[in-house]
């Protein structure tokens, strides 16, 4: 019993000392701000972590835990903005008008300002080193063609300096950030005696641990190996293109290990992957390659990076017949059973205020329009029960709603980026838009209702 209590309490401390708390002030007071941390850097497939109400004054806290040092990313209606973070530690952030916020571009990337940020932390020694070598090779730049020499001599003094400066950091998280920034920023610059192809796969690539989770290292490898299946020996190409055809996973890394800058296993697997992802094969043929890799693969994260890989190759576009997702599995009804009429998806969380506040403008269209158009809402199955005011929000739906579980298959072809987030499909499951406009006005006073009043006028002079 009191060796069952002792691991307890080292698990709890050890939790508590990972913890990581985000104090902030944004633009947006009530709604909700979502953090989510990235799977992989390959796909950059994001999982929700955290989630939290901003107040009326624009205040919100976020507190997860890690034990190791990320990327994150927080959204917060179409905005996101991002940040490093690492365990045990607090951080004060402002998300200011000035960084561009909006509600209406989708997917819109925005600046935060940190506060009191801590000299030890890793935002601020990367925000520290990037000015530096900004401002450097801004001073520099103008030797590159009057003085070739002497640029030269200026970037060597510059990384024996950067590693004077960092080379007691024991953070090697930031030690691959500075190496491979360097590497993407001053060794990609085309001068005098820049390092040849050979000298960059040594130095970056050759004998390295393969860091996926470290995003600079990632982008490094995509900007060696961009567009690498065609630079590939001609005969070399030839047999890998019948390979991966074929769905033949081990001939194809025995193909890959043959060329000069890739050599190892592990390495001409992930480059596989990195060949599907660029899109050099038809989406059936990399769908069929990718599950093999997630099922046969022996290195755990590249099973992942090919399952996150999937979600990329299976995505639905514009004009796609979309799949027949579960909607009530205990009643066996599906998507398909709404066929006949133009269908409008509603994806919300109960937990989310701007999914609440769209709830009275739906029921006014469900009202007008919902004898000719499908309105339907899912949500997730929670952990707990609503809250009162929560299940008062749902009890305010008068269309067909339908709870999933978390881990059902539905979200994942869903693939809902934040909440509220709506589809529009028409009477034969064809997707018509993704996002759909929502039922309240956009930056150009547009709503979705334009639609469902030509949908209904179109049925009422057909006599439906």
């Given at each position: 019993m009191k060796s069952t209590i002792l691991v307890f309490l080292i698990?709890?401390?050890?939790?508590?000392?990972?913890?990581?708390?985000?104090n902030g002030f944004c633009d947006f007071p009530n709604t909700t701000i979502s953090l989510f941390e990235i799977e992989d850097c390959i796909t950059k497939k994001e999982k929700k972590i955290s989630e939290t109400e901003v107040d009326d004054k624009g205040n919100f806290k976020l507190i997860f835990s890690s034990n190791e040092i990320k990327k994150i990313i927080l959204r917060i209606n179409s905005n996101f903005t991002w940040?490093?973070?690492?365990?045990?530690?607090?951080y004060f952030i402002d998300i200011p008008q000035d960084g561009?916020?909006?509600?209406?571009?989708?997917?819109?990337?925005?600046?935060?300002?940190f506060y009191r940020l801590d000299g030890k932390d890793i935002n601020y020694k990367i925000l520290g080193f990037e000015a530096w070598m900004d401002s450097y090779l801004a001073e520099i730049f103008v030797l590159k063609e009057n003085q070739p020499g002497e640029f030269i001599k200026k970037i060597a003094a510059f990384k024996k300096e950067v590693n004077d400066v960092y080379s007691k950091d024991t953070s090697l998280f930031f030690r691959t950030y500075l190496k491979y920034s360097i590497g993407l920023t001053i060794d990609n610059i085309n001068f005098i005696s820049a390092p040849s192809e050979a000298d960059k796969f040594n130095f970056y690539i050759k004998d390295t641990p393969i860091l996926i989770n470290n995003d600079k290292y990632v982008e490094y490898l995509y900007s060696f190996y961009e567009n690498y299946y065609y630079q590939l020996d001609q005969e070399l190409r030839k047999l890998l293109d019948n390979s991966i055809r074929n769905y033949d996973l081990e001939n194809c890394i025995r193909i890959l290990k043959k060329d000069p800058y890739i050599q190892t296993e592990e390495l001409a697997e992930l480059i596989l992957i990195m060949i599907i992802n660029q899109g050099a094969f038809p989406p059936k043929i990399s769908s069929n390659l990718l599950k093999t890799i997630y099922e046969k693969s022996n290195y755990p994260k590249h099973s992942t990076i090919a399952k996150n890989s999937l979600l990329k190759v299976d995505e639905i576009n514009i004009g796609d017949i979309?799949?027949?997702?579960?909607?009530?599995?205990?009643?066996?009804?599906?998507?398909?059973?709404?066929k006949g009429k133009p269908i409008y998806i509603h994806c919300f969380d109960p937990k989310n205020q701007k999914s609440v506040t769209e709830i009275s403008a739906l029921l006014k269209l469900y009202e007008q329009y919902g004898k000719y158009i499908h309105i339907i809402s899912v949500y997730s199955k929670p952990n707990e029960d609503f809250?009162?005011?929560?299940?008062?929000?749902?009890?305010?739906?008068?269309?067909?709603?339908?709870?999933?579980?978390?881990?059902?298959?539905?979200w994942e072809i869903l693939n809902i980026p934040s909440f509220p987030y709506y589809l529009f499909l028409d009477k034969d499951l064809v997707l018509l838009a993704a996002p759909a406009l929502s039922p309240s006005p956009n930056g150009s006073y547009e709503t979705i209702e334009k639609t469902f009043f030509d949908i209904k006028k179109e049925a009422t002079e057909r006599g439906e």
């Amino acid at each position: 019993m009191k060796s069952t209590i002792l691991v307890f309490l080292i698990l709890l401390n050890q939790q508590l000392k990972a913890q990581i708390i985000i104090n902030g002030f944004c633009d947006f007071p009530n709604t909700t701000i979502s953090l989510f941390e990235i799977e992989d850097c390959i796909t950059k497939k994001e999982k929700k972590i955290s989630e939290t109400e901003v107040d009326d004054k624009g205040n919100f806290k976020l507190i997860f835990s890690s034990n190791e040092i990320k990327k994150i990313i927080l959204r917060i209606n179409s905005n996101f903005t991002w940040m490093y973070v690492q365990p045990n530690s607090s951080y004060f952030i402002d998300i200011p008008q000035d960084g561009q916020i909006t509600q209406f571009k989708t997917n819109n990337e925005i600046e935060m300002v940190f506060y009191r940020l801590d000299g030890k932390d890793i935002n601020y020694k990367i925000l520290g080193f990037e000015a530096w070598m900004d401002s450097y090779l801004a001073e520099i730049f103008v030797l590159k063609e009057n003085q070739p020499g002497e640029f030269i001599k200026k970037i060597a003094a510059f990384k024996k300096e950067v590693n004077d400066v960092y080379s007691k950091d024991t953070s090697l998280f930031f030690r691959t950030y500075l190496k491979y920034s360097i590497g993407l920023t001053i060794d990609n610059i085309n001068f005098i005696s820049a390092p040849s192809e050979a000298d960059k796969f040594n130095f970056y690539i050759k004998d390295t641990p393969i860091l996926i989770n470290n995003d600079k290292y990632v982008e490094y490898l995509y900007s060696f190996y961009e567009n690498y299946y065609y630079q590939l020996d001609q005969e070399l190409r030839k047999l890998l293109d019948n390979s991966i055809r074929n769905y033949d996973l081990e001939n194809c890394i025995r193909i890959l290990k043959k060329d000069p800058y890739i050599q190892t296993e592990e390495l001409a697997e992930l480059i596989l992957i990195m060949i599907i992802n660029q899109g050099a094969f038809p989406p059936k043929i990399s769908s069929n390659l990718l599950k093999t890799i997630y099922e046969k693969s022996n290195y755990p994260k590249h099973s992942t990076i090919a399952k996150n890989s999937l979600l990329k190759v299976d995505e639905i576009n514009i004009g796609d017949i979309f799949p027949n997702i579960d909607l009530d599995l205990k009643n066996q009804y599906s998507l398909q059973m709404l066929k006949g009429k133009p269908i409008y998806i509603h994806c919300f969380d109960p937990k989310n205020q701007k999914s609440v506040t769209e709830i009275s403008a739906l029921l006014k269209l469900y009202e007008q329009y919902g004898k000719y158009i499908h309105i339907i809402s899912v949500y997730s199955k929670p952990n707990e029960d609503f809250s009162i005011s929560e299940q008062r929000s749902l009890n305010l739906i008068k269309w067909r709603k339908f709870e999933l579980k978390p881990n059902e298959k539905s979200w994942e072809i869903l693939n809902i980026p934040s909440f509220p987030y709506y589809l529009f499909l028409d009477k034969d499951l064809v997707l018509l838009a993704a996002p759909a406009l929502s039922p309240s006005p956009n930056g150009s006073y547009e709503t979705i209702e334009k639609t469902f009043f030509d949908i209904k006028k179109e049925a009422t002079e057909r006599g439906e």
